[in-house]
């Protein structure tokens, strides 16, 4: 069985136990402990296309997320509307932001724009802490009825967050999916490893990177959408931390950045050491999160920067194909 054939299979594996994880195990706390895998899951793949495609490293992605959970609240508080359709506002109006901050910050290069996307994503949760249409410090809090598939609020089983998020994170797979198949994703890759080269072949690296830093931020948003509805409380601490912004890079670094399942892998594995970490540590594990984030970066830059995947892919190598046999000596088998 070829490397590829294994992996479809393997993928295809994940997606049948990702389904049925919620109606063979019942625990109350490995749903939602699912359920976070598959949000964080969706949130390294939205990050990776301008992390990992375009090699953007954005540490302010947050931001992002948050616009999407504050627009969605905001439109169901005061206007009534549905999340479903306040998921797709949150996305324009997160991807509009992006534009306006990826305009200047594209000037800047390396960690340089690393930095710069850190003092963005600092500055809008300040911003929020003191404004008070958005709650301030407090934050909002969704109504608990009306239930149902609309106003997406379920209170007696969480299936149907589950779903939801799974959903949401294929789609978001799809996206990336049809951007590396498409010339965006090219040049994406061309803009990553030549720039120089790619500019001088006549692509414009700013335009394609904003192409990039709106489609990654309003796939961020549609998350920051279903985080306010399954949590039902939203502030700037919880959608709008630099910790979120790095545990969104991570995963895709973890698992391997640039490609389609990598941010996949590295939040299951991420969120089983988060969850390991909260059980032995309990409360007096305060901030330790921020501590395994940063032993995890040093570990990973070290000593396998290509992630997981990376590793899978040193491990076992693709088969070559068999060599065919040498043409037989004139000379072979003649009688003697």
């Known amino acids: ?49 301008l992390g990992g495609y375009a090699g953007q490293v954005s540490l302010g992605h947050a931001a992002f997320f948050g616009t999407g959970a504050y627009v969605s609240t905001l439109l169901a508080l005061r206007f009534g509307l549905t999340p479903w ?29 690393a930095m710069a996307t850190i003092a963005v994503g600092e500055i809008v949760q300040a911003v929020v802490n003191g404004w008070d249409l958005l709650g301030g410090a407090v934050g909002l809090s969704l109504p608990l009825h009306p239930t149902g598939f609309w106003p997406m609020v379920f ?28 010339h965006v994703g090219y040049y994406l ?25 709106a489609l990654s931020s309003g ?14 409380l939203i502030d ?18 973890m698992g391997g950045v640039g490609t389609l399942t990598g941010p996949v892998i590295g939040a299951v594995l991420l969120t089983a050491i988060e969850e390991a970490s909260r059980m032995g540590f309990g409360g007096t594990g305060r901030g330790t999160d921020m501590v395994v984030y940063g032993l995890l970066i040093v570990l990973i830059a070290v000593y396998q920067p290509s992630g997981v995947l990376g590793w899978i892919k040193q491990r076992f190598p693709a088969s070559a194909p068999a060599a065919p046999p040498a043409p037989a000596s004139p000379v072979e088998g003649a009688a003697p």
């Open 1 to 49: 069985m070829s490397r590829a054939v294994l992996g479809r299979t393997i993928a295809l594996a994940a997606l049948g136990l990702a389904a049925l994880f919620p109606l063979v195990v019942t625990s109350a706390t490995w749903q939602n402990t699912a359920i976070l895998m598959l949000m964080v899951a969706q949130m390294g793949v939205a990050w990776n296309i």
């Open 85 to 113: 359709a306040g998921m797709f506002a949150g996305a324009g109006v997160a991807a509009a932001l992006s534009l306006v901050i990826g305009w200047p910050c594209f000037r800047l290069k390396g960690h340089y724009f």
């Open 155 to 182: 209170n007696r089983s969480k299936l149907p967050y589950h779903y939801i998020a799974l959903g949401l994170l294929l789609f978001t797979l799809l996206v990336n999916w049809l951007v590396t198949r498409s």
């Open 189 to 213: 890759r061309a803009i990553k490893d030549e720039p120089d080269a790619a500019r001088s072949l006549g692509v414009s690296l700013t335009r394609y990177k904003l192409y990039a830093i």
């Open 219 to 232: 796939l961020a948003a549609m998350g920051g959408t279903l985080y306010a509805q399954k949590e039902l």
């Open 236 to 253: 700037p601490g919880s959608t709008l931390s630099t910790g979120l912004s790095i545990k969104m890079s991570l995963v895709a670094i």
